[in-house]
């Protein structure tokens, strides 16, 4: 029952972030987290790497700030019942949601070149984003591209995220 849950989530996710059929994209989304489980309260970190996977130089458009990867990519957050996790004031913020007081997040694009294979990294704390109590939870990041930027939308691999009571 549990594992049909989790497929059940996966495949909401998955459609949620679908994609129209393409060619085979230029580009690689791989996330990693370097702590799996920890408790309520301490930052989660999540890595999320962008590789050009073609023969040729490609150029995306991505935030300047590389410690705030959440100014470049989608990233999406479930229980892993498939349910909504509550976003922080700055994550209301970040999906354009009114807070009180306002809060401004400001970003600064730029375009970055990466030669064949080559890869850039960012971080986020999810946990700025998302009010993550205990329970586990399952990320998925996408990387929409900007209207000068070429290429489909990439879709991430997916983490499992445990946070434990202290």
Do not use: C, W
């Amino acid at each position: 029952m549990r594992f049909r849950t989790i497929l059940l989530t996966l495949f909401t996710i998955s459609a949620a972030f679908a994609q129209a059929p393409s060619a085979t994209t230029p580009y690689a989304l791989t996330i990693s987290a370097p702590i799996t489980t920890t408790t309520a309260g301490k930052p989660v970190e999540l890595q999320i790497t962008l590789e050009n996977t073609s023969h040729q130089e490609l150029t995306i458009v991505k935030s300047r700030a590389t410690t705030l990867g959440e100014l470049t990519y989608d990233i999406a957050v479930v229980t892993t019942a498939g349910g909504p996790v509550v976003l922080t004031p700055y994550g209301r913020a970040l999906h354009g949601q009114s807070t009180n007081p306002p809060i401004v997040i400001r970003s600064s694009p730029r375009e970055v070149t990466l030669k064949p294979h080559e890869k850039v990294v960012d971080t986020v704390l999810l946990n700025k984003i998302y009010d993550l109590t205990p329970g586990s939870y399952i990320v998925r990041v996408r990387k929409v591209q900007a209207t000068n930027d070429p290429g489909p939308n990439i879709v991430s691999n997916t983490v499992q995220l445990t946070i434990l009571s202290n």
